[in-house]
């Protein structure tokens, strides 16, 4: 077998993820042919495929020194640093790509997703147009565009776009899913049926059954077939937890130690110089109003929205914790210090955004865990923490899908509300070991009485007050990435108000064993 046979064998393991098998291959092969770039990309690309960024790093680097214009490497290169954190490097990469070949596909479909995550949209938007100048009708980069708009409030484009995809590529699941966040099937039942008859295809692929049934769920709920949209969620929900391996122990054990290592820390010594810029911290469980609420601050002329960052709890997790315990040591030494890393490394990250105002909301939910760090390390910070009715908060997270592997608790009914309680306990102490530092924001509350609550919460914000808050779904100067973003651009609506009671009848184990939130 020569080495061009060679090459094929190892590109088709790549493509069904055998990455092990590519990578010991790729090894031999090149200290046979330690001149051979193509070896050293497709090295990097397994390695890259195993999550193993830093040795992929390595690898397209090789292929590099091999050959500087080596684009399809350095494009590989650019997208390792992303998965790492490395914005800027991978931004100057992806830059280098384009400056030889202002064409590159990948690059400007790379490029593109880049930009819509640095909340760049109409920049992705331009990017991604561009690779569909070249490759006119790629569903991937066409379902990314409509992500792109739908992130704007074009909703109009993107069920456009989406619909294209679908009369091409009628079984390309991931964009029914998307598709059917956009629909109202109260208006339009043909979808619902396409995606019905779907459903029966034996050659579906696990993950995109889930997809599917995820989605039919949200169909059924919106005809108000409450029975059939609970047998899709359901079957959705045991699908999904079969591929993970969560245990609620571990974050059992974290919530408990957070309680322990800061019930001991003595804040009174802490003095932090107060950075120019300030942040309002917007978290609470998933589903909980989140999204709303950082919708009506960031519609105010003087904030900008930063939507669901990551950097709090990667900085976090990186100096502070582990094995799911706090290494008590070096937070006793940050908090003598006089550097604050984590203050220096979160507004580091910040910069790559750009943002121009000195008030930035950023609305990861799950930074409810981390309100110690941010009352020792943020000293001007705001932390408003939203809730809801608990069955609707708890059945919400239930019936959808999440990106993030931070969510694999959220497919079944015991570690739902394990969490739910968990998180409730762990409030309640930062609650009480910082009193009047935490602002409740309740959801029902806004629905209720929306300019009362609303003008409650500018104020804790410390800012002057904005009409525009109250019209914040007429807001499109910040993008809206969450799965409330549809919802998010409409003024208040009481429908998901209780919607729970609808499901009650299937939903026992979930309801029984809440606890209150007052």
Same mark, same amino acid.
């Given at each position: 077998?020569?080495?061009?046979?060679?090459?094929?064998?190892?590109?088709?393991?790549?493509?069904?993820?055998?990455?092990?098998?590519?990578?010991?291959?790729?090894?031999?092969?090149?200290?046979?042919?330690?001149?051979?770039?193509? $070896?050293?990309?497709?090295?990097?690309?397994?390695?890259?495929?195993?999550?193993?960024?830093?040795?992929?790093?390595?690898?397209?680097?090789?292929?590099?020194?091999?050959?500087?214009?080596?684009?399809?490497?350095?494009?590989?290169?650019?997208?390792?640093?992303?998965?790492?954190?490395?914005?800027?490097?991978? !931004?100057?990469?992806?830059?280098?790509?384009?400056?030889?070949?202002?064409?590159?596909?990948?690059?400007?479909?790379?490029?593109?997703?880049?930009?819509?995550?640095?909340?760049?949209?109409?920049?992705?938007?331009?990017?991604?147009?561009?690779?569909?100048?070249?490759?006119?009708?790629?569903?991937?980069?066409?379902?990314?565009?409509?992500?792109?708009?739908?992130?704007?409030?074009?909703?109009?484009?993107?069920?456009?776009?989406?619909?294209?995809? $679908?009369?091409?590529?009628?079984?390309?699941?991931?964009?029914?899913?998307?598709?059917?966040?956009?629909?109202?099937?109260?208006?339009?039942?043909?979808?619902?049926?396409?995606?019905?008859?779907?459903?029966?295809?034996?050659?579906?692929?696990?993950?995109?059954?889930?997809?599917?049934?995820?989605?039919?769920?949200?169909?059924?709920?919106?005809?108000?077939?409450?029975?059939?949209?609970?047998?899709?969620?359901?079957?959705?929900?045991?699908?999904?937890?079969?591929?993970?391996?969560?245990?609620?122990?571990?974050? !059992?054990?974290?919530?408990?130690?957070?309680?322990?290592?800061?019930?001991?820390?003595?804040?009174?010594?802490?003095?932090?110089?107060?950075?120019?810029?300030?942040?309002?911290?917007?978290?609470?469980?998933?589903?909980?109003?989140?999204?709303?609420?950082?919708?009506?601050?960031?519609?105010?002329?003087?904030?900008?929205?930063?939507?669901?960052?990551?950097?709090?709890?990667?900085?976090?997790?990186?100096?502070?914790?582990?094995?799911? !315990?706090?290494?008590?040591?070096?937070?006793?030494?940050?908090?003598?210090?006089?550097?604050?890393?984590?203050?220096?490394?979160?507004?580091?990250?910040?910069?790559?955004?750009?943002?121009?105002?000195?008030?930035?909301?950023?609305?990861?939910?799950?930074?409810?865990?981390?309100?110690?760090?941010?009352?020792?390390?943020?000293?001007?910070?705001?932390?408003?923490?939203?809730?809801?009715?608990?069955?609707?908060?708890?059945?919400?997270?239930?019936?959808?899908?999440?990106?993030?592997?931070?969510?694999?608790?959220?497919?079944?009914?015991?570690?739902?509300?394990?969490?739910?309680?968990?998180?409730?306990?762990?409030?309640?102490?930062?609650?009480?070991?910082?009193?009047?530092?935490?602002?409740?924001?309740?959801?029902?509350?806004?629905?209720?009485?929306?300019?009362?609550?609303?003008?409650?919460?500018?104020?804790?914000?410390?800012?002057?007050?904005?009409?525009?808050?109250?019209?914040?779904?007429?807001?499109?100067?910040?993008?809206?990435?969450?799965?409330?973003?549809?919802?998010?651009?409409?003024?208040?609506?009481?429908?998901?108000?209780?919607?729970?009671?609808?499901?009650?009848?299937?939903?026992?184990?979930?309801?029984?064993?809440?606890?209150?939130?007052?």
């Amino acid at each position: 077998m020569d080495i061009s046979q060679k090459i094929t064998k190892l590109e088709n393991y790549l493509r069904s993820r055998n990455f092990k098998i590519v990578i010991n291959e790729c090894k031999k092969l090149i200290k046979e042919n330690p001149s051979n770039g193509y $070896l050293c990309n497709l090295c990097g690309l397994a390695y890259q495929g195993d999550n193993k960024f830093n040795f992929s790093i390595e690898y397209f680097e090789k292929a590099m020194n091999l050959d500087e214009n080596n684009l399809d490497a350095m494009n590989n290169l650019a997208n390792s640093y992303k998965s790492i954190g490395k914005l800027d490097l991978a !931004e100057s990469f992806y830059l280098k790509v384009l400056k030889i070949n202002k064409n590159h596909p990948q690059a400007l479909f790379n490029f593109g997703n880049l930009k819509n995550y640095l909340n760049d949209i109409p920049g992705s938007i331009e990017l991604h147009q561009r690779f569909l100048e070249i490759k006119k009708d790629d569903p991937l980069v066409l379902l990314s565009l409509a992500v792109s708009y739908r992130a704007s409030g074009n909703f109009k484009n993107a069920l456009e776009i989406c619909n294209k995809i $679908l009369k091409k590529n009628p079984k390309f699941i991931i964009a029914h899913k998307f598709l059917s966040t956009l629909v109202d099937y109260k208006k339009d039942k043909i979808h619902l049926n396409q995606m019905k008859n779907l459903i029966e295809d034996k050659n579906l692929t696990k993950e995109n059954l889930i997809n599917l049934l995820f989605a039919l769920g949200k169909g059924y709920e919106d005809i108000e077939d409450y029975e059939k949209s609970f047998e899709y969620i359901k079957k959705a929900n045991n699908l999904k937890k079969q591929t993970l391996k969560y245990k609620v122990a571990k974050d !059992e054990k974290l919530f408990q130690n957070l309680i322990k290592s800061f019930e001991e820390v003595n804040f009174g010594n802490k003095t932090n110089k107060v950075k120019e810029k300030k942040i309002i911290f917007i978290c609470g469980m998933p589903r909980s109003g989140t999204t709303l609420v950082e919708q009506i601050i960031g519609s105010h002329r003087n904030v900008m929205a930063g939507g669901e960052l990551i950097y709090l709890n990667e900085i976090i997790n990186k100096l502070f914790i582990n094995d799911n !315990e706090i290494i008590k040591q070096k937070l006793e030494e940050e908090i003598e210090s006089k550097n604050n890393k984590l203050n220096i490394e979160y507004f580091n990250k910040l910069k790559f955004y750009k943002f121009k105002s000195l008030v930035i909301t950023d609305k990861a939910p799950l930074n409810f865990k981390w309100i110690g760090f941010i009352k020792l390390f943020f000293p001007n910070a705001k932390v408003l923490y939203c809730h809801r009715n608990a069955k609707d908060n708890c059945f919400s997270i239930y019936k959808n899908i999440f990106a993030s592997n931070s969510m694999d608790w959220s497919y079944d009914e015991e570690t739902i509300y394990k969490y739910y309680n968990l998180n409730l306990d762990l409030v309640k102490f930062w609650e009480r070991k910082f009193p009047n530092f935490i602002y409740y924001a309740n959801y029902d509350k806004i629905i209720q009485t929306p300019e009362v609550e609303i003008k409650k919460i500018i104020k804790y914000c410390d800012l002057t007050w904005d009409p525009s808050c109250l019209k914040y779904y007429n807001n499109k100067k910040n993008p809206i990435k969450t799965l409330s973003v549809v919802q998010a651009r409409k003024s208040i609506y009481s429908s998901s108000v209780n919607l729970s009671d609808k499901y009650s009848p299937y939903l026992s184990n979930l309801f029984s064993s809440l606890k209150n939130f007052n």
